[in-house]
T-cell receptor, first 113, second 113 residues
Framework: DSGVTQTPKHLITATGQRVTLRCSPR?????VYWYQQSLDQGLQFLIQ???????AKGNILERFSAQQFPDLHSELNLSSLELGDSALYFC????????????FGQGTRLTVV | DQQVKQNSPSLSVQEGRISILNCDYT??????FLWYKKYPAEGPTFLIS?????DKNEDGRFTVFLNKSAKHLSLHIVPSQPGDSAVYFC????????????FGAGTRLFVKA
């Protein structure tokens, strides 16, 4: 158990819909990262938050947005969903803003039908 | 832009023998490298890291070698055990105003008993 909690574990939704993925970081960790893993591909970095502020952005689509709340949990919002958005979405956390060794949650498997 | 590349999608090794997983990178600014291990239905778990000022780092059965001139690193597992069967990701943190970790596509290791 990494200490990072992601909900829900599985999500099936229709194209055009909007979903919210939730992440609770490890106790004490201030950085939260979101990654997308499409079928048989590596993890693509989406976005990083540190103590409530956006710190780094990857190839995150404009239809996607995220935020980190004062209690440090984070949400990833995906809207106008397309079939190609089907993927595993991982959240990770680390203690500081530049700590490379991060702890990952079990992921949310999103299926868009 | 694949700055971190793992060109072998899979590797099969006999129990007790050495497993060698390879990774190449293109960005000479990378100063730190990590290996993560991922079991099915779980998030990646940090395994071992190496700083660019070193050429070797060892942790039990796991050793990572770095060849900066060739922009190549490798993970050696000796002896390999069936429980090592997993997907292994090579990764490197990138500092671009913010901070993100770039992952390779992963290599699936099968250790046969």
């Amino acid at each position: 158990d990494s200490g990072v909690t992601q909900t829900p574990k599985h999500l099936i939704t229709a194209t055009g819909q909007r979903v919210t993925l939730r992440c609770s970081p490890r106790s004490g960790d201030l950085s939260v990262y979101w990654y997308q893993q499409s079928l048989d591909q590596g993890l693509q970095f989406l976005i990083q938050y540190y103590n409530g502020e956006e710190r780094a952005k990857g190839n995150i689509l404009e239809r996607f947005s995220a935020q980190q709340f004062p209690d440090l949990h984070s949400e990833l919002n995906l809207s106008s969903l397309e079939l190609g958005d089907s993927a595993l979405y991982f959240c990770a956390s680390s203690a500081g803003p530049k700590v490379a060794e991060a702890f990952f949650g079990q992921g949310t498997r999103l299926t868009v039908v | 832009d694949q700055q971190v590349k793992q060109n072998s999608p899979s590797l099969s090794v006999q129990e007790g023998r050495i497993s060698i997983l390879n990774c190449d990178y293109t960005n000479s600014m990378f100063d730190y490298f990590l290996w993560y291990k991922k079991y099915p239905a779980e998030g990646p778990t940090f395994l071992i890291s190496i700083s660019s000022i070193k050429d070797k780092n060892e942790d039990g059965r796991f050793t990572v070698f770095l060849n900066k001139s060739a922009k190549h690193l490798s993970l050696h597992i000796v002896p390999s055990q069936p429980g090592d069967s997993a997907v292994y990701f090579c990764a490197a943190p990138a500092y671009t105003g913010g901070f993100k970790t770039i992952f390779g596509a992963g290599t699936r290791l099968f250790v046969k008993a």
